[in-house]
């Protein structure tokens, strides 16, 4: 074992960490111009495995995206607390055919588990990116991710927008997880990651170019009784020694540790810098370290939060004996206690000035030539069977065959921007086919929705949860208005026909489960009777998104 325990981090560092915050709190709401104050999540959207850094007077953010394409969302922000979507780094999944859900697809749209010998027959559910980093390097952004199944691979970029090099594999290969690369002083190169399962932290010796590793790697942390379930490792180096952070204990209820040494290959002291204390969240977990220009330190992290996935938080550190302290003291904790729990609210990150309250995009029109960066396929898309110019200012989706809605090609899904929100979408069903359906679902294991299904020759209203429809009224015209409401994760839905001035409930069914580590998303989607051979076309005249409290 190449980690040691190490002494706590004492009563004067905790007391430092709480002196900040409470004076922050408290100038935050003494008389006379208040700084303004952020509340926890900054992003309650599904960014799982978060990773952040700051370039100028900018900040960035790269989340995992798994089996959804494009692949690895980009967000930018001033301020650390709002942001807005970038791009994405992939175009498209090009590791393997299975991502392009050739099927046949081993689940069904009642949230069937896959038996364990068919997770990667005929899909890549819960495959495609993990735990992606960014890093900007010699004037150029550095993207580093693993796909489970295929290695380890990098894309650079001299914008953030793009456009981004193709992938090119790192290492090959099943099995491994969480990369990020580091650069030192000397130039000398790293790389460390993990293995699938959350086992030892390997660290490899790096070309210059980040495009290879130069030798096997070396194991340089594993205790699997001290540092359960470790992963996401995030190298940085501050003051002489080198840093780890990374998770451990698993996502629903692991907290944070840092490692520490005097060389990046070890022997690492370790200690716990962040748990859930008596805050309100199991599990503050797994994200990145970054400075503002007048040298603030904070935490970008992620809190799983049941249907929804895993939620964007954000906490203060300071640095103390050469440990970071994250968030404030625990209440009632001794000298003895290292780590911090989450602050549901703090001052705003000093980033030299105060920048509009931006979110990211939701609501579509569709009335440009590509979709907004909000958008992600279920899998890669079927390029011929959807189109922004088959009919200008809508969305058509040409509805191929498929048994159910997981096994459909073409679902367009983004996340969720708010633990509430109202989607509301406008089909024209007046291109279906006999056998077709289209509509808007939140799309999981578990799936519901609520859209159009031909049937002998009518258009009618279909409620779909957990795989079974309830059929309802024919459709007096071409035009049905769709909306579902979330809240309390539950999705309530509801039709207009008469153009949106009045709803009537459809139904109502619990949000899809966490599963294939995403989180519940809504979604666009259209797909035919496999027993029919002639393909329709449903057509979106817009997406509007209207988003509640956090």
Sequence with gaps: MRVKWFAALGMAGAALAGQAHAAAIEAASSSGPAPAVYRNPILPADYSDPDVIRVGDT?????????FSPGVPILSSKDLVHWTIVGHVLPTLPFAPEYDLPGPVP?????????????????????GVWAPSIRHHGGLFYVYFATPYEGIFMSTAARPEGPWSPPVAVISGPGLEDP???WDDDGQAYLVHGKVGAGPLVLHRMAPDGKSVLDPGTVIVE??????????????????????FAPIGGVETGPQVALRAKSPWGPYERRVILAPGKSALKGPHQGGWVETPSGQGWFVHF????????????????????????????????????????????????????????SPQTSDMFNRATLGPQWEWNHNPDDRRWSLTARPGFLRLTGRAAPNLV??????????????SVITTRLDAGGLVDGQRAGLAMFGAGVSAIGVLKTDGAPRIVFSSMGHDTLGPSLPGRTVTLRVAVADQIARYSYSLDGGKTFIHAGEATLP?????????????????????????ADFDWVRVARGEK
């Design 59 to 67: 900040y960035y953010l790269v989340a995992s995206s798994f089996h």
């Design 107 to 127: 689940t069904d749209d009642a949230g069937a588990r896959m038996p364990r010998e068919m997770r990667a027959s005929g899909q890549r559910y819960a495959g």
């Design 180 to 182: 990020c690369p580091f």
């Design 223 to 244: 205790d699997a009784k001290v540092l359960p379930v470790l992963e996401g490792p995030k190298l940085y180096k501050r003051g002489g020694y080198y840093y780890i």
């Design 303 to 358: 809190n799983s939060a049941g249907a929804y996935g895993r939620i964007v938080h954000l906490q203060p550190v300071v640095w103390k004996d050469d440990w970071p302290f994250i968030g404030e003291p625990i209440p009632g904790a001794g000298p003895e206690e290292t780590a911090g729990q989450p602050v549901a609210e703090h001052v705003m990150p000093d980033v030299g000035g105060r920048f509009p309250s931006v």
């Design 407 to 420: 096994s459909a090609r073409n679902t367009l899904t983004q996340s969720l921007q708010s633990l509430t």
């Design 513 to 537: 489960r966490f599963s294939w580590w995403k989180g519940s998303r809504p979604a666009l989607f259209s797909y035919g009777d496999p027993a029919r051979t002639i393909e329709g076309v």
